[in-house]
Nanobody
Framework: QVQLKESGGGLVRPGGSLGLVCVAS????????IAWFRQAPGKDREFVSA????????YYSDSVRGRFASTRDNARNTVYLQMNSLKPEDTASYYC????????????????????WGQGTPVTVSS
């Protein structure tokens, strides 16, 4: 059974940085594309980023491109989301998600659907 566990959320001031971590278990991690989504209170879930199986291809939403960076370490079954220049509108619970892919190097349908989800980690950007 696929299990995803996020960590690293917290409170940060506008303009600050935070790094999120997603650790997977119960899978051959390198078979999966991994994405980050977020959901703010009272809002729909929003796609943030995706990374290919080999980590060589990434895709970001317009709202975070240039500020966020996703990387992965398949040996550690871990994906990272480095968030810089944070804004109050980045406040949300952040979730990692996984889906199998037939492509090692190319992201196919990076926005989903994903069929495995973590429990989320909260991020608050406030002064």
């Amino acid at each position: 059974q696929v299990q995803l566990k996020e960590s690293g959320g917290g409170l940060v001031r506008p303009g600050g940085s935070l790094g999120l971590v997603c650790v997977a278990s119960g899978v051959t991690f390198s078979d999966y594309d991994i994405a980050w989504f977020r959901q703010a209170p009272g809002k729909d879930r929003e796609f943030v980023s995706a990374i290919s199986r080999d980590g060589g291809t990434t895709y970001y939403s317009d709202s975070v491109r240039g500020r966020f960076a996703s990387t992965r370490d398949n040996a550690r079954n871990t994906v990272y989301l480095q968030m810089n220049s944070l804004k109050p509108e980045d406040t949300a619970s952040y979730y990692c998600a996984a889906k199998t892919s037939t492509s090692t190097y190319v992201l196919i349908s990076p926005r989903g659907p994903y069929n495995h989800w973590g429990q989320g980690t909260p991020v608050t950007v406030s002064s």
